[in-house]
T-cell receptor
């Protein structure tokens, strides 16, 4: 299934670098999500966009900056990250964010902060 | 907000036997409960979901039960096969006000051949 595509799959960066994660969905969905998955922790919701508008910021530090130029694309801009930010970052989409629609995930970006 | 607890964290089952994973939730207004399967190095994939207006749903070897009074729901896998080995996550969402999926901590299921 290639409905939700994330790039890059792996990223290693220093704490002073600036990089971006990209997510693209080909499912015609209107809602997109960023999640953080760390070892032995539940999936943590970071941001929610519905029809390109941010509707949820789950107390995420400002060193993570999301961007949603249209309903098919979602970015996560990273700068001055900390070692504890190393994790798998998953993007997901759903038809919309009401009525509890199933979410479809991408393969994630494995991020390592040196 | 919603809090979802999942047990056990690890589960080993002989091939052919059944596996049961249990979750409890705190918000009585939650009304949608999906289950995701995540194989090693792969994306979480929805395997089954249930809404609060039904008590049980089945799809081949997988079934989910919901007890709204006790606020718990369970995943049942029968006739387990090696390809069932994965991490399983439960989740809960409330439709009105805050449509945010809250996930459990996951159960690593290992099927022993």
């Amino acid at each position: 299934e290639t409905g939700v595509t994330q790039t890059p799959r792996h990223l290693v960066m220093g704490m002073t670098n600036k990089k971006s994660l990209k997510c693209e969905q080909h499912l015609g969905h209107n809602a997109m999500y960023w999640y953080k998955q760390s070892a032995k922790k539940p999936l943590e919701l970071m941001f929610v966009y519905n029809f390109k508008e941010q509707t949820e910021n789950n107390s995420v530090p400002s060193r993570f900056s999301p961007e949603c130029p249209n309903s098919s694309h979602l970015f996560l801009h990273l700068h001055t990250l900390q070692p504890e930010d190393s994790a798998l970052y998953l993007c997901a989409s759903s038809q919309d964010k009401v009525a509890a629609q199933p979410q479809h995930f991408g393969d994630g970006t494995r991020l390592s902060i040196l | 907000g919603e809090n979802v607890e999942q047990h056990p964290s690890t589960l080993s089952v002989q091939e052919g036997d059944s596996a049961v994973i249990k979750c409890t939730y705190s918000d009585s207004a939650s009304n949608y409960f999906p289950w995701y399967k995540q194989e090693l190095g792969k994306r979480p994939q929805l395997i089954i979901d249930i809404r609060s207006n039904v008590g049980e749903k089945k799809d081949q070897r997988i079934a989910v039960t919901l007890n709204k009074t006790a606020k718990h729901f369970s995943l049942h896998i029968t006739e387990t096969q090696p390809e069932d080995s994965a991490v399983y996550f439960c989740a809960a969402i409330t439709n009105f006000g805050n449509e945010k999926l809250t996930f459990g901590t996951g159960t690593r299921l290992t099927i022993i051949p």
